[in-house]
Nanobody, 122 residues
Framework: QVRLEESGGGSVQAGGSLKLSCVVS????????MAWFRQAPGKEREGVVG???????RYADSVKGRFTISKDNEKDTLYLQMDSLKADDTAMYYC????????????????WGQGTQVTVSS
């Protein structure tokens, strides 16, 4: 059974940092593309950043230069380092995985975590 479990969310002041983690199990981690999505109250879910199985990354313009995605293949863990956080970054953050890069980027991934809340106060 495929499972994605996020952690690392919390409350932080604007300008601060947080690092999210997503531990994956139940599939061949290295062959899947993965991404972070977020959804703020009253808004649609949006893609934050994706990383393909070969390491290609794609960032949303709103987070370029502030967020960094990375993987630890030995630990089967995906990370999201978030720096210079803004109030607009407040949302529930979800980890997603799919063997198809395009499917993942469209937000139609087969596998999703339960989410971790990030709250940034100004």
């Amino acid at each position: 059974q495929v499972r994605l479990e996020e952690s690392g969310g919390g409350s932080v002041q604007a300008g601060g940092s947080l690092k999210l983690s997503c531990v994956v199990s139940g599939y061949t981690y290295k062959t899947y593309s993965m991404a972070w999505f977020r959804q703020a109250p009253g808004k649609e879910r949006e893609g934050v950043v994706g990383i393909s199985s070969d390491g290609t990354t794609r960032y949303a313009d709103s987070v370029k230069g502030r967020f960094t995605i990375s993987k630890d293949n030995e630990k089967d863990t995906l990370y999201l380092q978030m720096d210079s956080l803004k109030a607009d970054d407040t949302a529930m953050y979800y980890c997603a995985a799919d063997p198809n890069w395009d499917t993942l980027l469209r937000g139609a991934a087969n596998y999703w975590g339960q989410g971790t809340q990030v709250t940034v106060s100004s």
